[in-house]
């Protein structure tokens, strides 16, 4: 018996013991914040099936039932908070399109980051955008509107590059400044042959029309 009851003593000291030893702390990991300075408000509005399965700006095929959306100016791949100031509801979207294009507005949401806010009905609500992650880009602050360039050929060779904006240069005289870029690649430097710096697409694409006419392969580049 006193052997029995020893153990037990014992076995009551542990568990007591162990009931009042301090409760361990666990972080909870706070949410990603935006970077600094990176926001934007505005009208929002958004889009679904009439676009569902089509290609996006980003190249990947746009599927109303993903969290993403449309901006005219942040890089694609930039994941932000986008928050409904009508109701305070927030969604994380990733911008892979360009767009919207309708006057005062500055982002078209899939119809699945629509839903989430609860603007399927009103169709446009004022919104708050954060950048949460923009990737290899620093973004201080979003801008209104990009500006573009016309590139008229890629090339390995730096020669070909020059004999092309020459070309440039005597057939059409009206051509804004033609440039050669270099653009370091994984193992090889590419010459590209870029035309201008242009605040509108409109005018990009006026530019583009009349040298496409002369037979010049023209792309229109976000700058």
């Not at 932000?80 to 927030?90: A, K, Q, W, Y």
């Not at 629509?114 to 004022?126: F, K, N, Q, V, Y």
């Not at 994984?186 to 242009?198: A, C, E, H, L, N």
Request: proline fraction near 7%; include cysteine; glycine fraction near 8%.
């Amino acid at each position: 018996m006193i052997r029995t009851t020893a153990v037990l003593f014992i076995s009551f000291n542990l568990a007591f013991s162990a009931c009042s030893l301090p409760p361990t702390k666990v972080k909870v990991p706070a949410p990603p914040s935006a970077e600094s300075g990176a926001s934007q408000t505005g009208i929002a509005s958004w889009y679904g099936p009439g676009f569902h399965g089509r290609p996006t700006a980003s190249g990947a095929i746009y599927n109303q039932n993903e969290l993403t959306a449309a901006h005219q100016t942040l890089p694609l791949g930039t994941r932000v908070m986008v928050t409904n100031l009508d109701n305070g509801r927030s969604t994380e979207v990733a911008i892979n399109d360009r767009g919207p294009f309708a006057k005062g507005r500055i982002l078209d949401l899939s119809y699945a980051a629509a839903r989430t806010l609860g603007m399927i009905g009103p169709g446009t609500i004022p919104v708050r955008i954060e950048v949460i992650d923009s990737g290899p880009y620093k973004i201080q602050s979003i801008r209104q509107s990009l500006d573009y360039t016309l590139q008229a050929g890629s090339f390995i060779g730096l020669d070909n590059a020059q004999r092309l904006k020459e070309r440039l240069v005597n057939i059409y005289p009206q051509v804004p400044e033609v440039s050669i870029v270099s653009v370091h690649g994984k193992d090889t430097i590419y010459y590209r042959v870029q035309m201008g710096s242009f605040a509108s697409r409109r005018d990009a694409e006026g530019h583009a029309r009349q040298l496409a006419r002369k037979g010049f392969p023209i792309i229109i580049m976000e700058k």
